[in-house]
């Protein structure tokens, strides 16, 4: 359903000493090494769990590896966090097993193998250990299916704790003649939006319990081919030169529009933001948008969101404005 995106589509996350009368819901975020921000400077405060990605895995041995680079900050993800939260829980992401995306039938089945086999082996070692299960989850695609196939739900639903719901990434450098809100909440025209994501995953079966909705803190940009001509929708010429994919982080794009006076308009149909400056256009999530589908997902009976990724915050504006709206 949606078009391809550059995201990984599918991880496994390991929790790492997790207390199993957790989770009643997930104020989620994502940490990464090279983000711009040290895991101590993570208000953790802010988040009930938080993802510290990416571990890769050895395609030889199966092993979960660490470069040596990340070695260190990994090792002392979890007591950093801890010290300003202590019941935040950690989870380790494995980027090598990002299905991007699962291609045949036949893999969809064996990611189901996969998962039902996981689950067995943490239960087996919590029992063996009187440890705690550690929480085993994904990060999936807006949809159930994609490109025709569909995610092998009942494996999902059984052996999964909940899955990361990457509501984002709709459009960007892959849909380059026209400006869109890549991460839209609902969509009238029918298209792609995280809304109706969230139904078809719940009507392929997975409850809405185990789902935790996505939000990007960042944005993605286009080149306009007419600077008036500014709003979604507009012709545009690919990404900004020199922007790469047009992904813009929440704080730099703060930046973007104080430098430039750029005006914003926020978009209640649709749920999403953006602004414009020159032939620069950027669609984002302010903080409206973020607090508008976090309502959503409360009231949807979801588990709770998640946000790629906490760097990009700005001053850690989007990440109360989420919490906020979670607890209102
Ligand atoms: C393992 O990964 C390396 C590097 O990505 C690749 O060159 C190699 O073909 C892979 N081997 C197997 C058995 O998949
Ligand atoms: C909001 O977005 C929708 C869908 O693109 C569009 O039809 C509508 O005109 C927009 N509303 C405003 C006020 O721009």
């Not at 019941?87 to 996969?114: C, F, Q, R």
């Not at 459009?171 to 029918?190: I, K």
């Amino acid at each position: 359903m949606a078009s391809k995106t550059p995201v990984y589509a599918f991880l496994i996350c390991v929790v790492q000493f997790l207390h199993l009368s957790a989770a009643q819901n997930v104020k989620g975020g994502y940490w990464f090494p090279d983000s711009g921000i040290a895991a101590s400077d993570i208000d953790s405060t802010l988040f009930t769990h938080l993802f510290c990605a990416f571990s890769d895995l050895d395609n030889v041995t199966y092993q979960v590896t660490i470069s040596s680079a990340n070695a260190a900050q990994f090792s002392q993800f979890t007591n950093t966090v801890q010290s300003k939260n202590p019941s935040v829980k950690t989870l380790l992401s494995i980027g090598d097993l990002d299905y991007e995306y699962p291609l045949t039938a036949n893999d969809m089945v064996n990611l189901g193998t996969l998962l039902d086999e996981w689950r067995a082996a943490a239960d087996a070692e919590a029992q063996a250990s009187g440890k705690p299960r550690i929480l085993l989850t994904a990060a999936v695609s807006v949809g159930p299916t994609v490109d025709g196939l569909r995610y092998p739900t009942q494996s999902i639903s059984r052996s999964l704790d909940w899955i990361n719901v990457m509501a984002y990434d709709f459009y960007g450098p892959w849909t380059p003649s026209m400006t869109n809100a890549h991460a839209a909440l609902y969509d009238p025209s029918g298209r792609v939006s995280g809304s109706s994501g969230i139904e078809s995953w719940i009507q392929a079966g997975v409850s809405a319990n185990k789902l935790v909705f996505g939000l990007p803190f960042y944005g993605r940009s286009w080149q306009l081919v007419n600077p008036d001509n500014h709003g979604l929708m507009a012709p545009a010429n690919g990404p900004p030169e020199g922007s790469g994919e047009g992904a813009r982080g929440y704080n730099q794009i703060l930046e973007f529009i104080a430098n430039n006076n750029a005006p914003t308009i926020y978009n209640s149909t649709i749920v999403a933001d953006y602004c414009y400056s020159g032939t620069t256009w950027i669609g984002y999530d302010d903080k409206q948008s973020i607090s508008t589908k976090v309502s959503y997902a409360k009231q949807k009976g979801l588990l709770g969101y998640f946000a790629w990724q906490v760097a990009s915050d700005a001053n850690w504006a989007l990440s109360q404005q989420a919490k906020q709206a979670w607890e209102e």
